[in-house]
């Protein structure tokens, strides 16, 4: 195991302890008088209509998958940043035609219209 | 025991607690969040196998990306799935058997493998993975051809889930 | 090597020393030495939050020309400790319907995703808690975490609002997380490597010189994820009331507010790093701790210039918002990508390389701002296309 991610490992510990130690003061010094009225569902005044679990759009979705596309090229495509210096200029371009590629695949999805907020 | 070995032990137990929750919560959002720990449990195995590339990639990969897709694709999904759908049906018992005796064939195909008992070489000074990986993925000798066609299988991907996922439009 | 001049490794050394007296076993010294600089590079965090709500307030207060806080302590710099007492006295609701689990675990993973960051932030030579070899994508990694908190504050709060909200977060989140790491991989590219060292080190001309048009895409893209002022469409206070913690109340909200602040200047401080030269500057290289007030004042440029932002545009409208991630900084971000990396290759090491890229960088913001207003007048047009409503005219 490398030793520089030791320190990322006990970092996420205390981390997650720091605010952690607030939140359970709080506990002891805040007041604790929970009525039914504040207990249920925020909604400006207004009782909760319905189940919260409405159906999404699908505009989401597409917006993820889109997402997840470009995350994974720019996975793809830092270690080829970092090894810049060692690549004679044809595998510069390699890089380059892989970036055209999924550019297509931006543009195609803006002239379908899935990039549309509708 | 060395502390190497603690932490593995201890990520495997988590990995292997979670993935159980995580086929058997009838909560479809539960189930993502146990899915989520299950691969930050491999991004840590990732770490211990001195693969920080990996690790930092599977975690922006698959939770910032794959975990939120299930998560809106569970919220896509109408009505009220948080109730007591039932997770085992009548073949529940064909299938645990089935994976039973696959797994078991697998622990005694690994068992017989040597590399499994062996230690892993240590890697040469100044080893930098990322650069290393970054040559090999676009040298003619490495992966160039892999790595371009990764690229049209992503364009693909992108084109087909744009064409299933969109609604019609009226126009056309 | 004196206390004044780098205080770090004085006092570091004195720890050393003194767990090396003890004749411990060299494991446990590593890691109680590794446990002191997590909990003094976190509480730096942490301390630097309660500065930093002070001054933006104090900021926000002087652009709509009020004086802000002032009552407590001089200045009101004492001011973030009474809000801090109020908060930890205040009733912590947990509504009835809520995951509670889920809802008690969203913010403090929104806090340690933010904070988590600041374990590879080179602060002078030899001060940085980590240097991982892969410092900007773990930035990148941490941020997921942000990412994920959101969603699970919304949903489990089982509130309409809240879970309305966390997904038009998210969606704007993942969104604009594209731009901002393709820019982020234009000083990888320049740099040769993404340790956060490294970054810093072979920036003798700062990186904003050979890619600006990188480093305003960097900081538009970073805006967006902290969810400011214009981006701050993820609580919306007209439409979604507080967005994804709506339920939250007491020290948890505490924590997504203390959580965004501290982002907020992360933010600054990143774009210092991959940009502005972090700590470098006169005399930082012999005298650490100057280059760690280097690097404070060029986190601080950037956090103003986020203030700024804030206090000056109104909120755009979702689809808007969208269409200019989408359709404008993505395309631009992709060309910029691929010309750094063309130039780059072609001009290496020679005289030409600061202007060509500069050149580049400042053609394609020319060309993409041009384009884009080309195709918004032709928006306007289409839109005018519709038949005039009859008005009241004033007599």
Redesign the interface.
Known sequence: MQNTWIFVGIFAAIAGVFPLLPIVAARFLAPSKPNTIKLDTYECGMETVGDTWVQFKVQYYIYALVFLIFDLEVAFLFPWAVAFDMLPLFAVVEGIIFILILGGGLLYAWRKGALEWS | MTVEQGIFLFIGFVILFSAFMMVTRSNLIHAALYLVLVLFGVAVLFVLLDAGFLAVVQIIVYIGAIAILMIFAVMLTRGNVTGEAISMNSVFGWGLLLCSLFGFALIIMLGQWPGAAALAPALPANWNEVSELGVALVSPQGYVIPFEVASVLLLAALIGAIVVARPPQKDE | MSFWQDPIAVIGQLILDLLHSLNLPE?WI??IY??I???A???FG?LLVIFLIWLERKVAARFQDRVGPNRAGPFGLLQTFAD?VK???????????ADKL?F?LA??LS??AV??IW?VVPFAPGWI??????G???I??????G??SV??AG?S?????A??GA?RA??QL??Y??PM??TM?IP??LA???GMVQMVTVQDTWFIFLAPAAGIIFLVSSIAEIGRTPFDLLEAESEL?AGYH??YT???F??FF?AEFLHAFTVGVLFAILFLGGWRGPGAEEIPILGMFYLMIKGFLGYFVVMWVRSTLPRIR??HM??FN??FL??VA?AL??LT??L???F?GTALRLPALLGANLVVLALGYWISTLMSRRQAKERTKFKKRPVAKPA
């Open positions: 494991g590593v890691f590794t446990l600089s997590v909990v590079v976190a509480s942490l801090m908060l930890v006295t205040k009733e912590d609701v947990v509504p009835e319907k889920i008690n913010p403090i806090l340690i904070l988590l374990a808690g980590t240097d991982l070899n892969v900007v994508l773990y990148a990694a941490v941020g997921s975490f990412i994920l969603l699970m949903w709060s089982n509130n309409k609002y879970l309305l997904f998210v969606a993942i969104s997380e594209v790491l393709l991989m990888v590219l040769r490597g993404m009331v709506t339920e007491g020290m948890k505490g924590m203390a979702i689809d969208m269409a989408w359709k993505t395309p992709l990508l691929i990396a063309l780059d290759k072609i290496a």
